[in-house]
């Protein structure tokens, strides 16, 4: 393996946890990405050099946003020169992809970066798609089930509800076809869990799908069994030290707090990491911190 080309992902993650406008969800996906592409293969080492140009692409993005925020005025242009650059260089990268199939762990970690791609360009289909292949090929890691679930949700929301201007709501217009797609998401996310303090976040979030498909019995039965968990998992670890117990190679800023002092994560902030992750910007989005 050459120890040169994980170094470099390392080192260019680590600055990537320096921007406010990238996640520690992401970061830790990144993370998990970078131990499929460990193996020694020529093809596993090709797939590193993928990873950093994916690397590349967003801390150049994120570089611009951090300009952006340190200028009296910034334009909506602006920030959607920065989000096409970024979408031009996903693109080229998606199409080496393409070709760079193998097989085993760097595959499964092909697989995830093509999710993430997809992922930064809002084609939430292509997503599910690419993360459902992952785990047929080996990636059954609680963060990409996690993954997995999210994004199917999010998809049931695009095809199955439409925004309400009276109401400032979002109104399901199939119901039948929602709920099918919300107990998809659901299945996605039971499928992650492992008995470790990370299914809190995972009973949290099939909660709220089986609240939003409208099994509000069930729903809560998930709430009681996220808060549980959480109680369990403060006087086993301590609030502290909780958040530590992930099995995910992130540490110091970069941690993904899933089981420390705060309280699940919300739809609200997962929304925004989203967003953040996307082309959806304003500048108000890029300024409000």
Same mark, same amino acid.
């Given at each position: 393996?050459?120890?040169?080309?994980?170094?470099?992902?390392?080192?260019?993650?680590? $600055?990537?946890?320096?921007?406010?406008? !990238?996640?520690? +969800?992401?970061?830790?996906?990144?993370?998990?990405?970078?131990?499929?592409?460990?193996?020694?293969?020529?093809?596993?080492?090709?797939?590193?050099?993928?990873? /950093?140009?994916?690397?590349?692409?967003?801390?150049?993005?994120?570089?611009?946003?951090?300009?952006?925020? @340190?200028?009296?005025? !910034?334009?909506?242009?602006?920030?959607?020169?920065?989000?096409? &650059?970024?979408?031009?260089?996903?693109?080229?990268?998606?199409?080496?992809?393409?070709?760079?199939?193998?097989?085993?762990?760097?595959?499964?970690?092909?697989?995830?970066?093509?999710?993430?791609?997809?992922?930064?360009?809002?084609?939430?289909?292509? /997503?599910?798609? &690419?993360?459902?292949?992952?785990?047929?090929?080996?990636?059954?890691?609680?963060?990409?089930? +996690? @993954?997995?679930?999210?994004?199917?949700?999010?998809?049931?929301?695009?095809?199955?509800? $439409?925004?309400?201007?009276?109401?400032?709501?979002?109104?399901?217009?199939?119901?039948?076809? +929602?709920?099918?797609?919300?107990?998809?998401?659901?299945?996605?996310?039971?499928?992650?869990?492992?008995?470790?303090?990370?299914?809190? =976040?995972?009973?949290?979030?099939?909660?709220?799908?089986?609240?939003?498909?409208? +099994?509000?019995?069930?729903?809560?039965?998930?709430?009681? &069994?996220?808060?549980?968990?959480?109680? =369990?998992?403060?006087?086993?670890?301590?609030?502290?030290?909780?958040?530590?117990?992930?099995?995910?190679?992130?540490?110091?800023?970069?941690?993904?707090?899933?089981?420390?002092?705060?309280?699940?994560?919300?739809?609200?902030?997962?929304?925004? @990491?989203?967003?953040?992750?996307?082309?959806?910007?304003?500048?108000?989005?890029?300024?409000?911190?």
């Amino acid at each position: 393996m050459s120890w040169a080309d994980q170094e470099e992902i390392y080192d260019r993650l680590e $600055r990537l946890g320096e921007y406010e406008t !990238v996640s520690s +969800f992401a970061l830790a996906y990144y993370d998990l990405i970078a131990d499929y592409l460990t193996g020694e293969s020529r093809e596993a080492e090709g797939l590193r050099l993928r990873f /950093v140009e994916y690397l590349e692409v967003l801390e150049r993005y994120h570089r611009a946003l951090s300009a952006f925020t @340190a200028e009296d005025q !910034v334009t909506l242009g602006n920030v959607r020169s920065a989000a096409d &650059k970024r979408d031009i260089g996903l693109r080229v990268l998606l199409e080496q992809l393409g070709v760079d199939r193998t097989r085993g762990q760097a595959e499964t970690g092909r697989l995830l970066l093509c999710a993430e791609c997809y992922y930064q360009l809002a084609l939430v289909d292509r /997503v599910v798609e &690419k993360l459902e292949l992952a785990i047929e090929a080996g990636g059954d890691h609680p963060l990409v089930r +996690f @993954a997995l679930g999210y994004n199917r949700f999010e998809l049931a929301m695009q095809a199955f509800t $439409r925004y309400d201007s009276e109401s400032g709501q979002r109104v399901v217009d199939d119901e039948d076809r +929602f709920r099918l797609a919300c107990l998809s998401a659901v299945t996605a996310l039971q499928d992650g869990l492992t008995g470790g303090e990370f299914d809190e =976040q995972l009973h949290w979030w099939i909660g709220n799908i089986l609240r939003a498909a409208g +099994f509000d019995e069930a729903a809560e039965a998930s709430f009681e &069994k996220s808060e549980e968990i959480g109680r =369990q998992v403060e006087l086993m670890w301590g609030s502290e030290d909780a958040r530590l117990q992930l099995g995910l190679e992130i540490e110091a800023d970069s941690e993904y707090d899933l089981a420390g002092e705060s309280d699940p994560i919300t739809e609200e902030e997962v929304e925004r @990491a989203g967003l953040l992750l996307r082309r959806s910007y304003t500048p108000s989005d890029v300024l409000d911190e």
